[in-house]
């Protein structure tokens, strides 16, 4: 069930990608991103029960907060990094979020971080250089917005996981929703441009596919460990690049693809070697009573 959760999770931002990358930058970053957020409230009704009812404590408003910060600030960044690069090297480069869930977890989960683990990590960070290819291509800003939002919603991930397991799906999905249209208010009002109505309703099946995407991923963190979930993400690489090259023109870059597989092969590596060793903890060993 979590794999299932992820895929449609999947499809589910890979709509938002080609929304987002529609609109195009007729409504700044930070405008767009709030708008989004904003009218995905009207999903946050059947949701306002069920987050009173949780009686949630200091330390869980905290985390909720905290999340809703990193998001925020991602999530600029991502809307911006949409308007600069094309769709492919945006997936591409958002997966190395991963990455960093696997040092985080080991810095704050108390996860160990084995030799093979670290040694996949440096593959996959070899992988965003042959993205970026700095020297040999003008390394723009969207790219180092991408980076950044990389990072932000690794961090996102992991308090996500740890919200997942003490709280409904529905109380952490409202809880964002909550916090990030908070923090963006401020900075979207800073750069307000009017947006038309067609705008409106770009955003407006943005926020539905988000609020879907980030319900159903909370569901899969729920179902199987984040080393189950996340190597089913990568189809969204395949999915971007066809998007990119039939409906916005991209032409396929070899390097991102090239760039994108590696960062894949990695991460793939480090859930295969997870699922051995916690297989080896619950297999009895030979003289050990069957049950």
Same mark, same amino acid.
């Given at each position: 069930?979590?794999?299932?959760?992820?895929?449609?999770?999947?499809?589910?931002?890979?709509?938002?990608? *080609?929304?987002?990358?529609?609109?195009?930058?007729?409504?700044?970053?930070?405008?767009?991103?709030?708008?989004?957020?904003?009218?995905?409230?009207?999903?946050? +009704?059947?949701?306002?029960?069920?987050i009173?009812?949780?009686? +949630?404590?200091?330390?869980?408003?905290?985390l909720f907060?905290?999340?809703?910060?990193?998001?925020?600030?991602?999530?600029?960044?991502?809307?911006?990094?949409?308007?600069?690069?094309?769709i492919?090297?945006?997936? *591409?480069m958002?997966?190395l979020s991963?990455?960093?869930?696997?040092?985080?977890?080991?810095?704050?989960l108390g996860?160990?971080?084995?030799?093979?683990?670290?040694?996949?990590v440096?593959?996959?960070?070899?992988?965003?250089?042959?993205?970026?290819?700095?020297?040999?291509?003008?390394?723009?800003?969207?790219?180092?917005?991408?980076?950044?939002?990389?990072?932000?919603?690794?961090?996102g991930?992991?308090?996500?996981?740890?919200?997942?397991?003490?709280?409904s799906?529905?109380?952490?999905?409202?809880?964002?929703?909550i916090?990030?249209?908070?923090?963006?208010?401020?900075?979207?009002?800073?750069?307000w441009?009017?947006?038309?109505?067609?705008?409106?309703?770009?955003?407006?099946?943005?926020a539905?596919?988000?609020?879907?995407?980030?319900?159903?991923?909370?569901?899969?963190?729920?179902?199987a460990?984040?080393?189950?979930?996340?190597?089913?993400?990568?189809?969204?690489?395949?999915? *971007?690049?066809?998007?990119?090259?039939l409906?916005?023109?991209?032409?396929?870059?070899?390097?991102?693809?090239?760039?994108?597989?590696i960062?894949?092969?990695?991460?793939?590596?480090?859930?295969?070697?997870?699922?051995?060793?916690?297989?080896?903890?619950?297999?009895?060993?030979?003289?050990?009573?069957?049950?």
């Open positions: 069930m979590g794999v299932f959760w992820m895929l449609i999770t999947g499809l589910c931002f890979v709509a938002v990608t *080609a929304l987002v990358k529609y609109l195009g930058p007729r409504v700044p970053a930070a405008e767009a991103a709030f708008l989004r957020y904003l009218l995905g409230l009207v999903f946050l +009704l059947p949701m306002i029960r069920p009173l009812n949780a009686r +949630l404590t200091r330390r869980q408003v905290g907060g905290l999340r809703g910060v990193v998001h925020t600030l991602g999530v600029i960044c991502w809307f911006y990094a949409m308007t600069q690069i094309p492919a090297e945006v997936t *591409a958002n997966y991963p990455v960093y869930v696997t040092i985080g977890a080991a810095l704050f996860e160990k971080l084995a030799t093979r683990r670290i040694l996949a440096v593959v996959a960070l070899v992988g965003a250089l042959i993205i970026l290819r700095p020297g040999f291509r003008e390394v723009n800003s969207g790219h180092m917005a991408m980076l950044f939002t990389a990072v932000m919603f690794a961090v991930y992991l308090i996500a996981k740890v919200m997942s397991d003490e709280v799906p529905v109380v952490v999905v409202g809880m964002l929703s916090t990030v249209t908070i923090g963006l208010a401020p900075v979207a009002a800073a750069v441009v009017t947006p038309t109505l067609g705008d409106l309703l770009i955003l407006f099946g943005v539905c596919f988000a609020t879907a995407g980030h319900f159903t991923m909370t569901l899969a963190f729920a179902a460990p984040i080393t189950v979930t996340q190597p089913v993400t990568f189809l969204q690489l395949v999915w *971007a690049v066809l998007l990119g090259w409906v916005f023109a991209e032409s396929v870059d070899i390097y991102v693809v090239a760039g994108g597989l960062i894949i092969g990695s991460i793939s590596f480090i859930t295969w070697r997870e699922a051995v060793l916690k297989r080896r903890q619950v297999t009895p060993t030979v003289n050990a009573t069957k049950v």
